[in-house]
């Protein structure tokens, strides 16, 4: 029996420590493909506010952005650091300090998805400020410059 709980204890323990990848190249171009997503739904949020085009479809726009914001925990797995990868080593050493970007990142979008549902033009453009300083928060202290 000791033996048995032993053993269970050293899988636990071991799953818990082994959380780098398996697939970093995978994992650092599926964390980009989000990021270009996110960079895109960005440019077409821009688009309709500033020229006024498509504006029934700042709603889908930022219920997208709000979703990717969600995904945006999942995609920086230990090891992804690639040489091709502008994640930058701090994300996982300061790994509390990058938790609280994300938070802010799914926070803001939130706030600007409730806003763009609103149609209240004020709230949407101060929703909008929070939201790209949200992006400007992490990606000063967590991206290198390209
Ligand atoms: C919590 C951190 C974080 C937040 C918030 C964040 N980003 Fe990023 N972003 C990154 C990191 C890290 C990379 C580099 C990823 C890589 O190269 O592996 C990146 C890369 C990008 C890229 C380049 C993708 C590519 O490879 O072509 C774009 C575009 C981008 N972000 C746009 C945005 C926009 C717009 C926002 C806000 C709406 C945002 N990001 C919010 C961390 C963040």
Redesign the pocket.
């Known amino acids: 029996m000791t033996k048995v709980i032993r053993v269970l204890t050293f899988l636990l323990l071991s799953s818990a420590t082994t959380t780098a990848t398996a697939n970093p190249e995978g994992e ?1 171009r599926y ?2 493909g989000v ?2 997503s ?2 895109g ?2 440019t077409a949020i821009g688009m309709i506010m500033r020229q006024g085009i498509h504006t029934d479809a700042l709603k889908f726009h930022a219920d997208a ?1 709000a979703s990717l ?1 969600k995904q ?1 925990k999942n995609i ?1 797995p230990e090891g ?2 690639v040489s ?5 080593p701090a ?1 996982w050493e300061q790994a509390k300090a ?1 938790q609280k ?2 938070q ?2 799914i926070d803001a ?1 939130e706030a600007f998805a409730e806003a763009a549902g609103s149609g209240d033009q004020r709230a949407v453009g101060q929703a909008l400020r929070g ?2 300083g ?2 400007k ?3 000063d202290d ?3 410059e390209s």
């Open positions: 650092a964390r980009q990021m270009k996110v960079g739904h960005m952005m914001a945006s920086y992804s650091d091709r990868s502008e994640a930058l994300i990058f970007a994300t802010r990142f979008s939201l790209g949200s992006c928060g992490c990606h967590f991206r290198a």
